[in-house]
């Protein structure tokens, strides 16, 4: 199942499943992590502070004064595919979008650089059907797929230093939206009324990976009509 | 509610509640926060005999004004700090004070943090505890995600502080710590996509020296000298991301990720930074220069070992 499992630090080890990204591996990845993030017990005797899945990727964060390397990895090393259980608890979840390029404000870049017009990016992006393969970079933030290779897109070559919150955007086969401000190289294609973390509630993250997530199409004018009614 | 608290008369250029960080939720995207210099935190608890992981206040460059309303205190500062006492019962004079030194204080009695002197963070503990809400057990502040103490805001202005404990004692504690590090070397280990770099770029990320630049905070440092050449791809599958992890993105500029970091990321990683020199990074200001230097895990190790030890001494 693991592919190599390795120190990236000296409190840190990194697991890898494979350079593949695709739901049969990244279940995989949801499997172990469900594994030990739901096993208490194996934590604490582990040192282990933080357990963080990706696409492909685990990265385990372990206290130093608990534990050392080794006996960390050897026990990863340790875990067989039959011992995980896979969940299938996945929504469907409906999110309005707002393409204006007052919002979109790379719409017209990727136009140039991959030789369509904005009305077609608009229509390849709203017809997919996307799949979250991991949470992360921020609070509520998702990594989502897969778009139509018409869309590929490389990350900005020097990030933004302020990405507005909400913000859709895209790099490769991906889609994410930042629930944020934030700094962010992904290429901005619209904006969302919908809050994707919210502290004050018992799940404070509206998505979680697996979850299957469609965008609607919405105006300008709706686009603020929602926003102010989310900030009631 | 305690009814023990300070005013903000003057909140700071960057001053937020922090303790040894956030854990076990990276995977929903929060990451770990906490202190910058976990080591000067730490110290600020024991000194007023706090659990280590206590959330104290930290502050960069300049810190609060905080005038004592109600109760009484017993504080004390780390860090390389510059900072002064306006004692209520004697105005006209005032107090200079010392780091690593308790100060009790009294009703209507005054303190100002000026500067921090050839550093940027320092901490301001007290004893007992501010009184502070956790969310999931870490009253560390994200300003960027809104999460933490004060709504996840930095302190401002005219904020009440609470406290939890009356100060019952005119007992001082001081401890010794040298604050300012000798030379400017950061030690690393090689990063998950160190072999993305090609051989000539290596060599000069160890021997060239890189300047810190004004694109620095919480979140991370960026650096700016030898453009690092990636002869594999600068764009790679995103994967979670740990303190101290050096990432290089397009323009070939280094960032050191801190306590603040994304916790996942697309950029390549040369290498990372041991937990022995994470206070040493971040105590570092725009401007400053320094260099890398490449150690064996087993060694980075050890030198985390080393200096729990001169801590666990110290306390």
């Not at chain 2, 659990?51 to 504080?75: D, T, W």
Request: glycine share 6%.
């Amino acid at each position: 199942m693991f592919k190599k499992i390795y120190n990236i630090s000296d409190q840190g080890i990194i697991c890898d499943f494979g350079s593949e990204i695709n739901k049969e591996i990244n279940s995989k990845v949801i499997g172990v992590f469900n594994y030990i993030n739901n096993n208490l017990d194996l934590k604490r005797e582990l040192g282990i502070v933080n357990c963080i899945p990706s696409y492909n990727k685990i990265v385990i964060q372990y206290d130093l004064l608990l534990v050392s390397s080794d006996s960390i990895i050897k026990y990863i090393s340790s875990i067989k595919e039959h011992q995980l259980s896979y969940q299938n608890n996945q929504k469907k979840f409906e999110l309005p979008i707002c393409y204006d390029t007052e919002y979109g404000l790379d719409l017209e870049s990727i136009s140039k650089q991959n030789k369509i017009s904005i009305e077609e990016i608009i229509y390849l992006h709203h017809e997919t059907s996307f799949y979250v393969y991991m949470m992360g970079f921020l609070p509520g933030f998702p990594f989502m797929g897969d778009l139509t290779n018409k869309l590929f897109t490389s990350r900005l070559t020097t990030p933004r230093v302020f990405v507005p919150a909400k913000s859709v955007a895209i790099v490769e086969k991906f889609c994410a939206i930042y629930p944020f401000e934030s700094p962010g190289g992904w290429n901005i294609i619209g904006k969302t009324p919908t809050k994707l973390f919210e502290k004050n509630k018992k799940n404070p993250s509206l998505l979680y990976p697996g979850a299957e997530v469609k965008f609607k199409s919405i105006s300008k004018e709706a686009l603020m009509v929602m926003e102010s009614k989310h900030n009631e | 509610m305690s009814k023990y608290y300070f005013q903000v008369e003057r909140a700071g250029v960057h001053t937020t509640f922090q303790d040894l960080g956030r854990f076990n939720v990276q995977h929903l995207g929060i990451c770990p926060g906490g202190s910058m210099d976990s080591n000067l935190l730490k110290i600020s608890n024991k000194l007023v005999n706090n659990p280590l992981h206590v959330g104290v206040m930290e502050f960069a460059y300049q810190g609060p004004r905080l005038k004592l309303i109600s109760g009484k205190a017993k504080i004390a500062i780390t860090g390389n700090v510059y900072f002064t006492i306006e004692r209520q019962c004697n105005p006209s004079s005032l107090e200079q004070c010392n780091s690593f030194e308790t100060y009790n204080l009294e009703e209507g009695d005054t303190i100002d943090i000026l500067a921090t002197k050839k550093s940027i963070y320092g901490y301001l503990s007290i004893e007992g505890g501010f009184q502070l809400k956790q969310f999931y057990n870490s009253v560390s502040t994200l300003t960027r995600s809104g999460i933490g103490p004060n709504d996840g805001k930095k302190i401002e202005e005219n904020l009440k502080i609470f406290f939890i404990k009356k100060n019952d004692n005119n007992n001082k504690k001081i401890v010794q710590w040298k604050s300012e590090f000798d030379d400017n070397i950061i030690r690393v280990l090689p990063g998950p996509q160190f072999h993305y770099f090609s051989k000539e770029s290596i060599k000069k990320f160890f021997l060239s020296t890189y300047k810190i630049t004004n694109h620095s905070d919480r979140m991370g440092m960026r650096l700016e000298g030898h453009k690092l050449e990636n002869i594999v791809s600068s764009n790679i599958a995103s994967e979670g991301i740990m303190k101290g992890s050096i990432q290089v993105t397009g323009d070939g500029n280094p960032i050191i990720l801190m306590a603040e970091h994304p916790t996942i990321g697309g950029y390549p990683k040369i290498a990372t930074v041991i937990s022995a020199d994470f206070a040493k990074v971040a105590q570092l200001s725009p401007g400053k220069e320094i260099t890398f230097e490449k150690v064996k895990l087993l060694k980075a190790e050890k030198y985390f070992h080393d200096q729990q030890e001169i801590l666990d001494k110290i306390y």
